[in-house]
Nanobody
Framework: QVQLVESGGGLVQAGGSLRLSCAASGRTPRSYAMGWFRQAPGKEREFVAGISRSGSINYSDSVKGRFTISRDNAKNTVYLQMNSLKPEDTAVYYC????????????????????WGQGTQVTVSS
């Protein structure tokens, strides 16, 4: 079992930056691939970025070049640095953990993830 707690969300103007954190606790969180998803009002939850146990990284096309995912295994924490934010980035952002797979595995779909945080709101004003 892994518990995930997100933090760092808030209100920011377009063009600004935020850094989200996801603190993991429980059964060896460094053994999991980690991902960030987001869900805007009235829309489905979508993949944002993922990082494997070995540090391989995957981004959605909509955030590539603006967002950076990283992990600090010593602190059991995953980060999402978000730059050049746009109003369309407004959503609840969720951290997730996935068991299994190779050390290079960076899952992109909701069913591949086993544990989820409660989410943190990010609002980008125009």
């Amino acid at each position: 079992q892994v518990q995930l707690v997100e933090s760092g969300g808030g209100l920011v103007q377009a063009g600004g930056s935020l850094r989200l954190s996801c603190a993991a606790s429980g059964r060896t969180p460094r053994s999991y691939a980690m991902g960030w998803f987001r869900q805007a009002p009235g829309k489905e939850r979508e993949f944002v970025a993922g990082i494997s146990r070995s540090g391989s990284i995957n981004y959605s096309d909509s955030v590539k070049g603006r967002f950076t995912i990283s992990r600090d295994n010593a602190k059991n924490t995953v980060y999402l640095q978000m730059n050049s934010l746009k109003p369309e980035d407004t959503a609840v952002y969720y951290c997730a953990a996935a068991r299994g797979g190779s050390s290079y595995w960076t899952p992109r779909t909701i069913p591949e993830y086993d544990y989820w945080g409660q989410g943190t709101q990010v609002t980008v004003s125009s």
